[in-house]
């Protein structure tokens, strides 16, 4: 298998893909599909020997994300190196060229390669953690809030119910009133007004009509 199909076979279930071509080979092969995320990163649970701290604003604490899950300093600090040696290099030096740098200066710090491999891999594997610990978190705060927001569109319809319901009931109530006082009146009205109007003055249950 070539070195390509390696790159290909090896690195893309870990990385996220981008137009850049790899540090040593171009793209990867096209002859065989990659396989997916699922099947190259470690469950959540596998991923972390403690719980990572939440992202408070969508800020990464990437250290305590580390040492969540098992990342020593000193292998965190084999990975820095390694970025900083390669982001002092001209972007115009060929690849080929850069890795040679890089790995004799690691040599010369004594610094295995393999080892910063083993600690780049495992924190992209922490970080691709990170992430699903937080889209499962999110799913299920969107799934509660959904179940709440339907609790409370139900309980406001039921209240808007009750609140017409009352409203309707109340006009029944007016009208029927109203036509009850139009039979009385017209009792009243039978008497004439004066009369009325003196025995209201007259009572003491009574109130003059303001």
Known sequence: MTDKKNWGHTVMGWFIETDE???DSGSPSTDAPPPSADAATPAVEQVFATNP?????????????????????????????????IATLPADTPTVVKKQIVEASLKAFGVPIDEIIEAGVGEIQALEGYIRAGSADTQQVLADGDKRIKLYEDEIRQLRSIMEQ????????????NDKKLTVQQVLEFFGQEAVSRVVQASAKLQTPQ
Do not use: M, S, W, Y
């Not at 969508?58 to 040696?85: N, S």
């Not at 009352?166 to 009208?175: C, S």
């Open 21 to 23: 071509n790899p540090p």
């Open 53 to 85: 701290p939440a992202a408070i604003g969508g800020k990464v604490d990437f250290d305590a994300v580390f040492t969540a899950a098992g990342i020593a300093d000193e292998d965190r600090g084999r990975v820095a190196k390694a970025t900083d040696l």
């Open 166 to 177: 009352r409203v309707a009931e109340q006009q029944a109530v007016v009208k029927a009133c």
